[in-house]
């Protein structure tokens, strides 16, 4: 797939995302992106780079991690997700945290300017994560350290349908090899390849738990990486595809709620004091 198109659906895909996001998937990604931070060891006065932020989800507490001393940058393909980070930081009085659009590929800032970069379930989407953590090993100061979490194997997703049933009515274009990332040690070997080094890994199993069917349906349609492609379909192809994925998670309803399995990967890796800044 051209990777110029799939980053322009990621970009108008998730701002239609954006006002849904954190009603369907704040309480559901919490145990990866707590994880994300336990490993990253965030200190006081650190400077740190948010990437794929999405709505702040990972940004906010990371600046309380710094505190006023430190800064934290979050940027985002989506206008209105970095939109969202900034207006909940200035409602907060947070005056560390800055957000930007950006490209995850292609950052615009100098090599060695952060201690830390983090990526919370955002490499999924991206037409190259070798390149994306290429620009992360840049961007670090020696010594620092990336971290990033990526859902696992499909067949521990026991969401994953929705790719399928989607595409059957709507070619998404959006995340093709979506769990790729997250099979075997793809990710640990893709650090490798973009010149990390002291590489670890944890892999996590998780419940997302919604109350009823319209939950569901809205973390899976409207809140999540198909909104674009399910913007374009009618009211036939939308009962349709509901009732299919309903009828896929059906095996996780407990009552009249659901509890669906997943699983999270988290790896971080090191920029060697000594290592050049591109590799």
């Known amino acids: 797939m051209d990777a110029r198109l799939q980053r322009r659906v990621q970009r108008y895909g998730w701002d239609r995302s954006a006002r849904h996001y954190e009603r369907y998937w704040k309480r559901q990604l919490e145990p990866a992106q707590s994880l994300l931070l336990r ?25 309380d991690a710094v505190g006023p001393a430190g800064e934290v940058v979050g940027i985002d393909i989506s206008d209105r997700m970095v939109e969202q980070v900034a207006r909940q930081a200035a409602d907060r009085g947070i005056a560390h945290v800055r957000s930007e659009r950006m490209d995850a590929e292609a950052f615009s800032f100098p090599d060695a300017t952060f201690d830390a970069v983090l990526c919370g379930l955002g490499l999924m989407y991206v037409p190259d994560p070798e390149r994306s953590l290429r620009e992360m090993h840049r961007v670090l100061r020696p010594g620092g350290r990336a971290v990033s979490a990526v859902w696992g194997s499909r067949k521990r997703c026991g969401w994953a349908e929705i790719f399928p049933i989607v595409d059957a009515r709507v070619s998404t274009e959006v995340c093709p ?15 490798r390849a973009a010149g ?44 349709g595809a509901h009732a299919e994925y309903l009828a896929s998670i059906e095996p996780y309803r407990v009552d009249g709620g659901y509890r669906i399995p997943g699983e999270f990967v988290v790896v971080s890796g090191m920029r060697g004091q000594n290592a050049s800044l591109t590799v």
């Open 177 to 191: 090899l979506f769990f790729q990332l997250g099979t075997g040690e793809a990710l640990a070997l893709t650090y």
């Open 39 to 63: 490993m990253a060891g965030l200190r006081q006065g650190e400077k740190v780079l948010d990437v794929a932020c999405g709505t702040g989800l990972v940004t906010l507490p990371a600046a």
């Open 196 to 239: 990390f080094q002291q590489i670890d890994t944890e892999r996590i199993d998780t419940v997302l738990e919604y109350d009823g069917p319209d939950d569901a349906l809205g973390a899976a349609f409207a809140g999540g990486p198909v909104a674009m492609a399910y913007a374009r379909f009618d009211e036939a192809d939308r009962a």
